[in-house]
């Protein structure tokens, strides 16, 4: 060998050893490229915009799996005959022939309404720090942080209606070592804590919007204090709902939709709306019932080629309600609803994806979630009860008024509660109040007499309430049963 | 690092030292250096303490030599010679022997070459000549049945696709199954199913997993190990043990095999040619009735069972048999069928001098498929260039290029419209034969459509530089650096005329992945006097891996001239991209140490980093030992070798790794999904994609709760594994015996854990699971004749019995139930991995009145409201609660092979040669889910499909011929009634232990007759080596009924028929050499 290529071989061998110890630390430390993570995420006001989207995401998501929104808020009221041979899960609840287990596990599994309470806390938890500067315009730091708070209130309160005592959790799991287990927290508990997220809220929150793109999907102050107005009520604080209830009726800027534009209201971002999940197909987040979308009130002519009617109308509760022939609520929301295959139209703002040939509908009618009708009317419910009726029958005639019906006068007392439930029956018929409106005035067996006693309530084990998901037991020893069903399943 | 480059200063120093001439008379030598076959050009010729020459082209050398020097003449493969001169010579002739000793005696493990006789490790090497005829592209699915330990099941026919090997058992446990082959997650599913062992390709780690099939379930499918060549092959090294496979400790739990190619070698130049062809046979498929015959049974079915009231459902494709659109006679899998061809083109040249050796291949390899439009096309190119830049120094060059060309049926293209995904081979039935087809469908379904249909394209291009530099006598470097890219793309089109919206769709998918390697090591020898002999191996290994995919889809195109991602309708096309990284980063110390070449003693240790893990558990220890006693060598049996020719003891006992290989590459950290506004009914029916991924416009973005909480404290799987073996050779190694007793406790199993349901995340991965294999592995090769007998009978035969248990679960240990698709399974403490869990089935109720009465309602015993009837089955109620619900499942059989080996008997007689392959698998429970899903369709499956006979009335209709069913009450039959309208609706319900079957099987692999000419009779057409034969692939199966073919199972033990069936394939070949 010559010294020449000796020295050579010295010197590739030592870059390529410097090489190696250089390298050494770069292919260990390795950062993903298809997705982000929480060191990198949560820097600036874009990012805490993308995970409040992502929170309504997830809440938008929640409430259409298994269409859970109307199962749990209308099915059970008795709204639908639902057909057996094309929902048999959905069949049981309103037959009264739910036994804890004869639905869809999606149901009653609240997976996903964890999914949110996650996102929400890591928001909380992390926009906070972000620097004020690093917020645009666009992004409103204090707003986003309201929302967050007012979400984590919405969906406890949510969970709290459909299942009582829930794990009541408030910090983000960043990591696999602070995921535990935790027990079922009392309601009285998760409602106070939803108040006390909604006092965070309020103050975060302004009435209207800066951004009128974001009317009634995004929440604002109205919205917190609708929400509030809900809880108060579900509690049995009339004055308290009072006090909410007219700060949204005197500050929110909402005013009804004219008779006219009523069907306007279905679609989301109307004078009415206060609070709504956006679901719009000019926005690419059309729903399709071809694929995972459910739209079982409605079919053909509404829905081109669909045949199958899943939850034809339930005649005699419409029967029962709109007994007013001129109340324009019957042409509005229902479709032959004397016949066997009562459709309820509400929500039938459908454009086809696929032009003429009509095999591919997309549905773009918000979920409708707080409404200016709706906080009227618990206003009305809230006077009723604190014995101010003169008060309530006006609210209440101005809900029957818009619907072509005459206003009531000289009732008062039970009459006139019994008289403000109805209209909120009629009012917000498949809007995911009814069931629970009949569980807050005790009213369930008044209205659905198919439902077996565990729905009714009053019961002492809180039967009206459902049970949860046994799978979830499966690796949880401190998870227990919804007390009514403990033993049942 | 730092310590290997302070010792390589040291060795430089050291390999300083030259040698110096002496004094003496100088006379001339020259001569021809030959073999057996001629004169051989290339021979080093070195004068001892000089510099020597080389022979010329013709074999001829001369120099000038001073007396009493030494000639030494030295070729590789060939033994050396040495020649003393005392006077001048011009005509010295020399013969050079082919050295042996180079071929077998030698094995590679883990960077460095061992004498076998001294390795003490578990390992087994296979001679590549025992499988290069045999006409299969990929030769992981030739090891199978010829190595005991190593279970290779070929469950596909499909040319080109991975094949299952595990080694010494599995320990690979998911918590989600799924064996449907059409979809995303049976495809990651399976590619997953099994811990592979690892492959190293001359000494370059191989990344085997198919990362598009387990992240995206696209991409090409395609087994990478297709890429080589059987004939490139120069030896294949299974590691078995933790001594042998930890010096690959991170990844060696699963075991090693190590391929070595071909090299050049210096001599004359070797042409080497071999070419095979043949066909492969269409499948004989069970029979479906078509046409007429198929109307005729189903209304004999209806009649049968049926009652007058049902007669208003009569579905009208039955009653109305003059309506064109219902009168046809389809028979689907003629039309899909084929028989095709194989061909195979091998050429090699070789050659080389003392300064310069080189290599060539090439190889062409064509197979068609049995199912139109499918099939295997194989180009290579293998080099390699040894370069001896200095008598100690020398760089060797391979460089590889693969192209794999991999068309696939109408399946894949289709989404699994299963009829097609392998005829009525499959659970999910053809259509009725009476359907009108338009002739535009036939062309596409029976694949005879000039449309183009599907692309499916690899490349691969390696570059692999090794550096050798022997230092000293004592010190010697090695480094290996390798640069792979591999590309693959996917191109399909599936036509406008085929589908229901009458829009062409078309999706391209490409991917590219690079691996780069370095690996360094530094080896000391020495001896402590004349007995103690120490090796010294330390080293340094780093591997950086990157994968990108690019992915377009667009539905809607008008035209099906175009057949290329045009995008015309935006909502109904897709596009992503992909990123991925990963690298490791091993440092690595062996010893070994032997006491007079009979006491052996080896230890590895091995520190492994990987940046699949988090920064404080990156790093795992994998350290070994092993010791072995040549009992043979002591002075007592000295006087015994005679017969005995080797006698050895060995043991080992060492702690190897496995790192998670779903594609998941960034587990520690919390990972967000981007663009999650996705929501029940936001998918686009037409392509399933979900279109919605903004709430109000904002893009969405929230954690990705499927496995994306991160784990900080996740790390290496361990495996700890003791074997003992013994090896013994008799008879001047004519007969030979080895025999190995392992067990392999493997803790801290990578398994998918369950998150408390608050977290909102579903599952995170995580060291949560123990599962243990034993077993005995017997290798016993024998030639029963001595070798100067004109007749030769060689036996090759291995077996090996494993045994495999779940040791423990996380969460308490509780089981763990498993659906996976129609069947499920369960993990138990105790027993083994993936159990069948089902109903006990244990009859058919006679009549009516067979049937219990709940105890508790009073009714009879009904399954989903169903009550039972005559014909249905009878499942055990096992815990007695009167309801049948999962509850009442029982572990019920295993689907994972307990004895597993083949064996070769090779016969000879002067010229001809004989030689039968067989492999089998025992003790093995199988899962029939062609049968339960050939028979179901003939019953209802659901409540809510308006009429009840609409599943009889869209199925084909089987041969109902040797399957006792239920007909009549009072029949004592093996299987329910065909009864659309009485009985339970899932009186064929999947999770029944009816379903289950012995999975044995012996198969007669390969049978070949071969004939050799001798070198003298083809010497004047110049060739030195000729060679004809004809064999037979695949020739018969010896197993249980039922399936129609045992082996075409995959690793969850499920026979479904969506795979691609194992054909017959029948080759004539040609080898020859010059």
Request: charged content about 15%; overall charge negative.
């Amino acid at each position: 060998m010559t010294k020449y290529f000796k020295n050579s071989i010295i010197g590739l061998s030592l870059i390529a050893g410097l090489c190696g110890a250089v390298s050494c630390k770069k292919i260990l430390d390795l950062q993903p490229h298809d997705s982000t993570f929480t060191a990198a995420y949560f820097t600036n006001g874009e990012d805490a915009n993308t995970a409040i989207a992502g929170a309504y995401a997830l809440l938008r998501s929640t409430l259409l799996n298994n269409s859970s929104f109307h199962v749990f808020g209308d099915v059970p009221a008795g709204e639908f005959s639902i057909n057996s041979n094309f929902d048999d899960a959905n069949y049981n609840i309103s037959n009264g022939q739910f036994n804890g287990l004869n639905v869809g596990p999606g149901i009653w599994n609240w997976q996903s309404n964890y999914q949110l309470i996650q996102q929400i806390n890591l928001i909380i938890n992390k926009v906070p720090g972000i620097d004020i500067s690093k917020f645009t315009n666009h992004d409103d730091k204090q707003q986003i942080i309201g929302e967050a708070y007012f979400l984590r209130a919405f969906i406890y309160f949510y969970m709290s209606r459909v299942w009582g005592d829930v794990p009541l959790k408030l910090a983000p799991d960043l990591d696999l070592s602070t995921a535990q287990n935790i027990p079922r927290t009392p309601a009285a508990s998760v409602l106070k804590q939803c108040l006390k997220d909604l006092q965070v809220a309020e103050a975060d929150l302004k009435y209207g919007y800066a951004d009128v793109s974001q009317t009634a999907v995004r929440a604002n102050k109205g919205a917190a204090m609708a929400l509030q107005a809900h809880i108060k009520e579900w509690m049995g604080d009339y004055a308290g709902c009072d006090t909410a209830t007219n700060a949204v009726i005197t500050q929110g800027g909402y005013a009804l939709a004219d008779s006219a534009n009523y069907s306007k209201v279905f679609i989301g971002k109307s004078t009415e709306g206060i609070f709504e999940i956006n679901i719009d197909y000019s926005q690419s987040e059309g729903l399709s019932p071809n694929d995972g979308g459910y739209v079982p009130t409605m079919a053909a002519p509404f829905l081109a080629k669909k045949t199958n009617l899943e939850w034809p109308l339930n005649t005699n509760y419409f029967n029962t309600l709109y007994t007013d022939t001129n109340d324009i609520r019957i042409k509005k929301f229902f479709f032959q609803p004397q016949s066997n295959a009562g459709q309820t139209i509400k929500y039938s703002n459908i454009t086809y994806a696929d032009g003429s040939t009509q095999n591919d509908p997309r549905l773009s009618n918000n979920i409708i979630i707080f409404r200016l009708a709706d906080i009227d009317l618990l206003r009305a419910e809230a006077l009723n009860n604190l014995g101010r009726d003169q008060e309530a029958l006006v609210l209440l005639n101005k809900v029957r008024t818009r619907a072509n019906t005459p206003a009531l006068e000289n009732i008062t007392g039970e009459e006139l509660g019994t008289e403000i439930l109805q209209e909120r029956l009629r009012e917000l018929f498949y809007e995911g109040q009814s069931y629970y409106d009949m569980v807050r005035t005790k009213t369930l067996g008044t209205y659905n007499t198919l439902m077996k006693d565990q729905f009714m309530n009053g019961s002492p084990l809180g039967g009206w309430l459902w049970p949860i998901d046994p799978n979830m037991f499966k690796d949880d020893f401190t998870l227990t049963q919804t007390p009514y069903w403990q033993g049942k399943l | 690092m730092g310590v290997i480059t302070t010792l390589l200063f040291t060795a430089i120093a050291n390999g300083n030292a030259q040698g110096s001439n002496g004094p003496g008379i100088k006379v001339a030598i020259s001569g021809i250096v030959k073999d057996d076959t001629g004169p051989l050009p290339g021979v080093s010729v070195i004068v001892s303490g000089s510099t020597g020459v080389s022979t010329s082209s013709n074999g001829k050398f001369s120099l000038n030599v001073e007396i009493g020097k030494t000639i030494t003449f030295s070729m590789i493969g060939y033994e050396t010679q040495k020649l003393k001169i005392t006077k001048a010579d011009a005509n010295l002739e020399i013969f050079l022997k082919t050295d042996k000793r180079v071929l077998s005696d030698v094995v590679v493990i883990g960077y460095q070459q061992v004498a076998k006789r001294t390795v003490t490790a578990a390992i087994t090497s296979l001679d590549p000549k025992t499988i290069e005829d045999v006409p299969a592209p990929t030769f992981d699915a030739l090891l199978q049945g010829r190595v005991a330990g190593l279970d290779v099941q070929n469950f596909s026919g499909e040319p080109g696709v991975s094949s299952t090997v595990a080694l010494r058992g599995n320990t690979a446990v998911a918590r989600n199954i799924s064996s449907d082959n059409t979809t995303a997650a049976g495809k990651a599913s399976l590619a997953r199913a099994v811990s592979g062992p690892l492959y190293v390709i001359d000494g370059v780690p191989q990344t085997t997993d198919d990362i598009a099939a387990i992240s995206y379930g696209s991409g090409t499918g395609t087994d990478v190990l297709a890429g080589i060549p059987i004939n490139d092959i120069a030896d294949i090294v299974i590691l078995k043990d933790a001594s042998a496979a930890a010096v690959y400790g991170s990844r060696g739990a699963s075991g090693v095999i190590e391929i070595t190619t071909k090299k050049g070698v210096a001599g004359k130049t070797k042409i080497n040619f071999s070419t095979y062809h043949g066909f492969t046979e269409k499948p004989s498929l069970d029979k479906v009735l078509i046409g007429a015959e198929e109307t005729r049974a189903k209304m004999e079915l209806i009649e049968h069972y049926g009652s007058y009231n049902n007669l208003k459902d009569l579905p009208q494709i039955l009653t109305d048999t003059l309506n064109p659109a219902f009168n046809n006679a389809n028979d689907y899998r003629k039309g899909i069928y084929q028989n095709g061809l194989i061909d195979n083109y091998d050429f090699a040249i070789s050659g080389g001098n003392d300064k310069i050796t080189y290599r060539y291949g090439l190889n062409y390899y064509n197979e068609d498929g049995i199912v139109k439009k499918s099939g295997l096309q194989r180009y290579t190119f293998n080099s390699n260039i040894g370069l001896n830049l200095a008598s100690n120094f020398k760089i060797n060059t391979q460089i590889r290029y693969y192209r794999l060309d991999r068309p696939r049926s109408v399946s894949d293209l289709s989404g699994g419209i299963d009829p097609f995904t392998g005829g009525y081979y499959a659970s999910s039935p053809l259509p009725p034969s009476n359907l009108y087809l338009s002739p535009a469908m036939q062309d596409f379904i029976y694949g005879n459509t000039n449309i183009n249909t599907d692309d499916n394209t690899s490349n691969s291009l390696s570059i692999s530089p090794t550096i050798d530099w022997q230092i000293s006598k004592k010190w010697s470097f090695n480094t290996v650096i390798s640069y792979e890219v591999t590309n693959s793309r996917h191109d399909t089109y599936t036509p406008g005329i085929y589908r229901l919206s009458g829009l062409g769709y078309a999706a391209s998918f490409a991917d590219n992945q690079y691996n780069y390697l370095m690996s360094n090591t530094l080896q000391y020898t020495t001896s402590l006097g004349q007995d103690h002999h120490i090796n010294l191996l330390i080293g340094q290994n780093m591997e950086y891996h990157q994968y990108r995919a690019t992915d377009a889809e667009a539905d809607g195109i008008p035209n099906d001239q175009i057949s290329v991602v045009d995008v015309v309708n935006k909502n109904a096309s897709t596009a992503f991209s992909d990123l991925q990284e990963n690298g490791i980063e091993t440092e690595f110390l062996r010893l070994n140490y032997d006491y007079k070449g009979k006491y052996l003693l080896s230890g590895v240790l091995n520190a492994d980093a990987s940046s699949k893990f988090g920064a404080g558990n990156r790093t795992g220890f994998f350290p070994s030992i092993s010791a072995g006693w040549i009992i043979s060598d002591e002075s007592f049996l000295k006087n015994q070798s005679s017969w005995l020719s080797m006698l050895k003891l060995r043991g080992s006992f060492g702690i190897t790794g496995r790192q998670p290989d779903d594609g998941s590459n960034y587990l520690s950290f919390n990972n967000y999904s981007v663009g999650a506004g996705s929501f029940p009914g936001s998918n686009n029916p037409q392509t399933g994609a979900n279109q919605s991924f903004t709430y109000n416009g904002i893009p969405a973005i929230s954690p990705n709760f499927n496995g994306g909480i991160s784990n900080k404290d996740l790390t290496w799987e361990h495996s700890k594994q003791t074997d003992i073996g013994l090896d013994i050779s008799l008879f001047n190694d004519r007969f030979s015996f080895v025999a190995d007793a392992y067990v392999k406790n493997t803790a801290q199993g990578i398994f998918s854990l369950n998150v408390p349901v608050t977290t909102g995340y579903t599952t995170i991965t995580t060291n949560a699971i123990g599962t243990q294999n034993s077993g005995l592995e017997m290798t016993l090769i024998a030639h029963y004749l001595k070798p100067s007998s004109a007749f030769q009978w060689e036996t090759d035969f291995n077996i090996a019995f494993n045994k495999n248990i779940v040791t423990s679960l996380p969460n308490g240990g509780r089981d763990i139930q498993i659906n996976g698709g129609s069947t499920s399974y369960i993990l138990r403490q105790g027993e083994p991995i993936n159990q069948y869990f089902l109903f006990q089935q244990t009859g058919i109720y006679k009549t009516d009145a067979d049937v219990p009465v709940n105890p508790i309602t009073g009714q009879p015993a009904s399954f989903y409201g169903y009550p039972f009837r005559g014909g249905d089955p009878i499942w055990k109620d096992q815990n007695g609660d009167g309801v049948l619900d999962n509850s009442d499942y029982v572990a019920s059989g295993n689907p994972n092979p307990g004895i597993v080996g083949g064996f070769n008997n090779n016969f000879s007689y002067k010229n001809w040669s004989l030689t039968v392959f067989c492999t089998f698998t025992l003790d093995r429970t199988i899962y029939n889910d062609y049968l339960v899903g050939k028979l179901s369709h003939l019953t209802p499956e659901d409540d809510f499909n308006g009429t009840v006979y609409d599943d009889l009335m869209n199925s084909a209709f089987p041969d109902l011929s040797g399957i006792n069913y239920w007909r009549n009450p009072g029949d004592n039959a093996q299987y329910p009634s065909l009864s659309s309208v009485t009985g339970t609706r899932y009186k064929y319900a999947a999770v029944s232990t009816a379903w289950l079957q012995s999975g044995d099987y012996l198969r007669v692999k390969t049978v070949t007759v071969g004939y050799s000419f001798k070198p003298e009779s083809i010497k004047k057409f110049g060739l030195t080596r000729l060679r004809i034969y004809g064999m037979v692939d695949n020739l018969h199966i010896f197993q249980a009924k039922g399936v129609p073919d045992a082996e075409a199972v995959d690793a969850y033990g499920i026979y479904n028929g969506n795979g691609y069936p194992i054909p017959k394939k029948f080759t004539l070949g040609l080898d020859m050499s010059l």
